[in-house]
């Protein structure tokens, strides 16, 4: 496609649910982020993949996120046993190269957890 | 490891008036800069980038920035603003040896162009 895809758009999960994020990137493209956007915060890294090699995970606040890309292309955010604070919006980022500042963001998901 | 202040969380603006956002940033590498724009319900969008070269930046939209090394600043400015440039601003910096370059934002300003 012609840009990032995130699926959903908006997702409500009750407390405890384990939810599923998904992020197409950009065709060809070999960089992949995952950020968290809190409301009113600027986005915060969560993990980092240059195809399907996850090189960075520093940013995942728990053991109960977990991502993956396995074919190196689709990626999938997973959160386990939901909690209130993991309300925010999920932004996937991809480039065609590692390289400085040459990413194209998603519109993200808006997660909210009653 | 890279912080990113930016002073101001909100700044409004009469149309046609100038505007700057201030960002200053501390890192013990050396870093790359960027500033983004996120309007309503939609992603980031990168306005322009710092990597080296020339301190003054240029991007679209009109805006441009200067990289000031001294004072570990990369204020954002445009001479006159439109309705069209309400939206949030981020500014982001990357270590240049971070893998794959991950960014670290600011806290955002939000920008309110008035008629």
């Known amino acids: 496609g012609a840009g990032v895809s995130q699926s959903p758009r908006y997702k409500v999960a009750k407390r405890g649910q384990d939810v599923a994020l998904r992020c197409d990137p950009i065709?060809?493209?070999?960089?992949l982020f995952w950020y968290q956007q809190a409301l009113g915060q600027g986005p915060e890294f969560l993990t980092y993949?240059?195809?399907?090699?996850?090189?960075?995970k520093s940013g995942l606040p728990s053991d109960r996120f977990f991502a993956e890309r396995p074919e190196g292309s689709v990626s999938t955010l997973k959160i386990q046993r939901t909690q209130q604070e993991d309300s925010a919006v999920y932004l996937c980022?991809?480039?065609?190269?590692?390289?400085?500042?040459?990413?194209?963001f998603g519109s993200g998901t808006r997660l909210t957890v009653v | 490891a890279q912080s990113v202040t930016q002073l101001d969380s909100q700044v409004p603006v009469f149309e046609e008036a100038p505007v700057e956002l201030r960002c200053n940033y501390s890192?013990?590498?050396?870093?790359?800069l960027f500033w983004y724009v996120q309007y309503p319900n939609q992603g980031l969008q990168l306005l322009l980038k710092?990597?080296?070269?020339?301190?003054l930046v240029k991007g679209i939209n009109g805006f441009e920035a200067e990289f000031n090394k001294s004072q570990t600043s990369f204020h954002l400015r445009k001479p006159s603003v439109h309705i069209s440039d309400t939206a949030e601003y981020f500014c982001?910096?990357?270590?240049?040896?971070?893998?794959?370059?991950?960014?670290?934002f600011g806290g955002g300003t939000r920008v309110l162009v008035k008629p």
């Open positions: 710092y990597l080296s070269g020339s301190t």
């Open positions: 065709s060809g493209h070999v960089s």
């Open positions: 890192s013990s590498v050396s870093v790359y």
């Open positions: 993949f240059q195809n399907e090699a996850q090189l960075d």
């Open positions: 982001a910096v990357s270590g240049k040896r971070a893998a794959g370059n991950k960014l670290t």
């Open positions: 980022a991809s480039s065609l190269q590692e390289g400085p500042g040459g990413y194209t």
